[in-house]
């Protein structure tokens, strides 16, 4: 049998440390790689915690990160996918010794312009109120966040 952390590697996103870069350029501090909580009987891993450092306004601020790359065949199939976890992992948070933790759920630039801002993706992340990160996996920065 496997180690659980051999697992967690082999299941990280594609573009995981794309996203990892990404925000420490943006100025977080990763705490996390992944962010374990236990929810239930059962362990989830986000992949990713951090820290906001820099930004005065944002001092302290602390967010939880799924990373999503959307590289598989059915983009609507990956998105089902994608929201079930983020909920998911969002009550997990709410539970948690630490519910003030923000969940952000991060995709590639062209999957958000292709596909994302239409309907019935738009719909669906604007109800449940789910905040995106906008990433530029080539060049490993962040485009845009999304309350």
């Not at 594609?14 to 350029?25: E, G, I, R, S, Y």
């Not at 799924?66 to 199939?77: M, N, Q, R, W, Y």
């Not at 019935?120 to 530029?136: D, F, G, Q, S, W």
């Amino acid at each position: 049998m496997r180690d659980v952390y051999e697992q967690i590697n082999m299941a990280k996103d594609l573009f995981h440390n794309n996203v990892k870069t990404a925000l420490q350029k943006d100025g977080w501090k990763i705490t996390h790689d992944p962010y374990q909580l236990r929810y239930g009987v059962a362990d989830v891993y986000i992949d990713l915690a951090a820290e906001e450092s820099i930004a005065a306004e944002k001092a302290g601020l602390k967010i939880a990160v799924e990373v999503k790359s959307f590289a598989g065949g059915s983009t609507i199939s990956e998105f089902h996918t994608a929201l079930g976890q983020f909920l998911n992992y969002r009550i997990a948070i709410e539970v948690s010794s630490e519910p003030e933790r923000i969940l952000y759920l991060a995709v590639p630039t062209d999957t958000y312009q292709i596909f994302l801002r239409f309907e019935p993706a738009k719909t669906v992340l604007t109800r449940y109120e789910i905040k995106l990160i906008i990433y530029n996996p080539n060049q490993e920065v962040i485009e845009q966040w999304i309350e």
